[in-house]
């Protein structure tokens, strides 16, 4: 039986559940405050990556069996703090569906005056209201309440058991790791985004060609070919955006900062391509 719908996803998400399987054996092996506060530092990056695969999955499922979908939500949650189901209802059926207007978008960046928001002031507002907006776009798609109920419950109930049985490595381990990539998963929407008040989808994103940040978020960089058709595995994106870069403004291709500008880009700002 095919278990995956797409062979590009078995890499990925080997290296994310056997990430998850080395955090929960940290959390019951560990009792160094020093090594924890270090294994959170070093996880900040890799974690807000994963993310965008969270992302993805929620976009096109991983898996063909809806057991195994679910329990790599799980680990998601655990990677990222969105649970599974938020990002269908606060980014599929939500943001992808408003994002060109900012009275409806559940990732505005302009305030309630028109007024663009601040990149601090921005993630704040999408990650700490980010589960309410969810819920109140299930208010009008219900037949995604439910699971999403469930997603949020699962992990939750698993998150107080390890605080009751070891809260300070539970602290470091998983907490504060899902805030902090629920806050930049946050960030990088507004990277994507803000300022762009325009009705034109392919005037709507900025997109970035670096191939290291391409490989590590799942060729999120493509973004306007992402908006344009976004039910698109991530592995097709490259190709999708070649098609229509033509219509994609040179001004909207742009290069990512810190840790990404560590890496040489070998990709020109606005060059189409075929392939990640």
Known sequence: MQLFRYKEDRLPVAIFVAYFALDVTLFFTVNSLWFLILWYAIGIVPKACIAAWNHHHQ??????????????????????????????????????LHYLDQTKDESRWKRLDGSKMGMIEYSLSVAVTSYWRAFLAGRRYKKYLLGFFMMVLIPLTMLVAAFWYNWLNALFIFLLPMLTALYFTAQATYQHHSGLDTDNEYEASYNILHPVYNICTGNLGYHTAHHVKMGIHWSRLPEFHASIADKIPPKLYITPGFPWNLFPNTQPEGASVSGA
């Open 59 to 96: 976009h096109v499922m991983t898996f063909k069996p809806a057991i195994l979908n679910r329990m790599l939500e799980i680990v998601y949650t655990f990677h990222t703090g969105i649970a599974g189901f938020t990002w269908v209802l606060h980014h599929v059926v939500g943001h992808h």
